[in-house]
């Protein structure tokens, strides 16, 4: 077995724990319990043990839903339409197996929102990486929005809207077992932005 | 000490322990020592245990905050308004002293998205219990826009779409350790109840 394929599967391992049972309740002898890993690389790769860990994951998240709100909103040349699509288009995300990694409660990825509100108060680094995410995907909307001709502080202000709009509905599709709280919102994105 | 004190000490443990870990981080022997109750008691006033704490505090919490939006929605008669200045006062919560109850991250009420983001997928029981609560807040949003003359069937989808956006304006206010949240929600909304 390779190095690469040890740390590799400690961050899988790390990221379905995360994602069913949170930060807090998720221990360092589970995830090498569940990733079938020696001790000694745990901390040979995260030596600063659980919190670098949760850290990779949330930037791994980071890293790939900013990529498909991009590939997302680059589908369509109209901001609203774009932005309406992409909102649309995570709809059909909530139900969705949890093996898929673009599922709303995919354990191939960690939920931001649940490790922000978990840590929120108590932990400024893993605050920070969470807020990192959603300013980068913010960022998204707002970039889509100034190339649509908007300027630049409205772009700001309707990116911060729009994200704030998706996480919500992140947490009602999620706790209500639906995909309503999806579609009205992208249904009120032409509105906003009119 | 009167036996209900104990009750209340119970369950006033559970809360700021809820709050700060979160459900499944959280211990009965943790919500013991915190409350300096005597065993026997927490299995004689919950005899299911931590869900059924769990369930008790999240009711309390969905009680104690209908009664803040309604009692915030009544102060202006006009919808649009009401509803903009409710959300305008949720914004000075955000840097509101934990031991305050209206605070943001108070330890006097759960999270109602913290424990729903923790147990959607894995016990229904508090999922239904975090939905009841979205929903009667919804709710009071919508009972405001029919009073202001808002068809049925429309104000039921902008009392969804008001909610998701508080929910998610929480998310992101906690996490930005920023008001601004809130305040750009706010702005959005006579847009959207045009």
Redo the contacts between chains.
Sequence with gaps: MKKTDTRDRIVEAATVLFQ???Y??TGLNEILRESNAPKGSLYYYFPEGKEQLALETVNLTKEFVEKTIKERLAKIQDPAESIKNSIEEMADLVYTQ?DEKLAL?STKKV?I??I???T???NENL?KA??SA?NVWQDAYTQKLIEGGFNREKAE?LG??I???????I??S????SD??FI??A??IP??LA
């Design positions: 069913l049972k949170g807090h309740a949890k409660r939920s929102n649940l922000a509100l978990e929120a108060a108590t605050r969470c807020e959603f202000t911060l809207v994200q704030s709009m998706v996480e919500g509905a947490i009602m999620l706790t209500k077992k309503k709280p009205e919102i249904k009120q509105i906003l």
